[in-house]
């Protein structure tokens, strides 16, 4: 027996990320557009790299509060009211490691080892193999693609609800296929969660990328304070902190010693100093999330127009977060064709195979990057597929 026959199923059947295996392959390609991870291409600006260098420099390099020190939690408190109106108290945000340990605490809070979660997909393959290394099993309930786009029957969420389920997992705006669930997609699936007596894992990254208004509609428009919904959000999208590696929960406060403890027990918290850049990105950083939003707007367009005049795609223009989500005629496996496409047209995507159930014959393209690299991607995939 080899040494990986004695590790815990769990860890030994968590799957291989295809997202990464396509990077591992094709990133040291000369020339190759990476449109594969869910990042743009700008570095954090510098009014948040100040901000931690000076906490840095002022020795902010002990062990700090396991919840967030309090002027970021406060901070936090006054985005949400300035974006979700209302009054949010800084005792119900939790600072954590990502937004993908936002994730796994919140598995770890409400789904023990047996349960199901339902989630609808295609979705960000991360969050069914969280579940699976947790002990919990993920339920899917497929959105529909049709000539309007994606849209979700809540219908099917409630029907893949049994006595083993423990939550329900919502992320929207959607990656990988922008979908946006309507504030009445959110009240059906609060009011299955509320008769089932089920938690709800609110996964709001993408929120502010939502190009038919200042932010997507939230489970923070439809719930009551009693309501079972843990939000898990990120630093990383809206102000490129991508490798900051630092998120945050948003539960009630009953439950914060509970959310303490599990971040003590993972990380035992956050750097005081990287915390001091998330302040200021909350603080100062509305200018350049609205900069985000509009170049993430030009890119989508560049892409979608270009991608749609071959006639030979199968996509609708997302919106919400800043993935394109699409299917080529002739290519009915996405992860074998993704290979194909680095080495034909230089491009990389990520396959659909990898996002669950419904994806299997689409590819995910970033585009929030630099408008001539989006547009040369977006002529090189034309020529492939004319080609095809």
Not at 38 to 65: C, H, K, M, V
Request: charged share 20%; hydrophobic share 40%; glycine share 8%.
């Amino acid at each position: 027996m080899s040494l990986i026959d004695h590790l815990s199923p769990p860890a030994r059947n968590a799957p291989e990320s295809q997202i990464v295996a396509m990077l591992n392959y094709g990133r040291d390609r000369e020339g190759l557009i990476p449109l594969w991870v869910g990042e743009g291409d700008r570095p954090t600006p510098d009014f948040i790299a100040r901000a931690a260098s000076q906490g840095l420099e002022n020795g902010e390099t002990f062990y700090t509060w396991q919840r967030g020190i309090p002027p970021l939690r406060e901070a936090l408190a006054s985005y949400y009211e300035r974006h979700f109106g209302g009054s949010h108290d800084p005792e119900t945000f939790f600072v954590t490691g990502s937004g993908m340990q936002s994730i796994v605490l919140a598995v770890t809070a409400v789904c023990p080892p047996g349960s199901e979660v339902v989630y609808a997909t295609p979705s960000w393959p991360n969050i069914s193999a969280a579940l699976a290394i947790s002990g919990s099993t993920p339920v899917s309930a497929p959105l529909e693609f049709g000539e309007t786009g994606w849209t979700l029957d809540t219908q099917r969420i409630a029907d893949a609800v049994t006595p083993k389920t423990r939550a329900i997992f919502l992320n929207t705006p959607s990656n990988p296929c922008g979908w946006v669930a309507s504030r009445e997609n959110l009240a059906d699936i609060l009011d299955i969660a509320r008769r089932h007596g089920l938690w709800i894992i609110a996964d709001e990254i993408y929120s502010r990328f939502y190009y038919a208004g200042h932010r997507a509609p939230s489970f923070l428009d439809v719930a009551d304070a009693d309501d079972r919904i843990i939000f898990v959000n990120s630093f990383s999208k809206n102000w490129s902190m991508t490798g900051w590696r630092v998120g945050w929960i948003k539960a009630s406060a009953e439950l914060g010693q509970v959310f303490e403890n599990l971040i003590q027990y993972s990380t035992s918290g956050v750097a005081q100093f990287m915390q001091r850049g998330c302040v200021a990105a909350l603080e100062e950083g509305e200018d350049y999330v609205e900069d985000q939003k509009a170049r993430a707007r030009s890119a989508r367009d560049a892409l979608c127009d270009a991608l749609l005049a071959t006639n030979r795609v199968r996509m609708v223009r997302p919106e919400g977060s800043f993935y394109a989500f699409f299917a080529i005629d002739g290519l009915d496996d996405a992860s074998s064709a993704g290979y194909r496409i680095i080495d034909e047209a230089n491009v990389g995507l990520a396959p659909g195979t990898g996002f669950g159930p419904g994806g299997e014959q689409f590819f995910r393209a970033c585009f929030l990057r630099r408008q001539d690299q989006v547009e040369e991607a977006a002529s090189r995939l034309a020529d492939f597929i004319s080609g095809i």
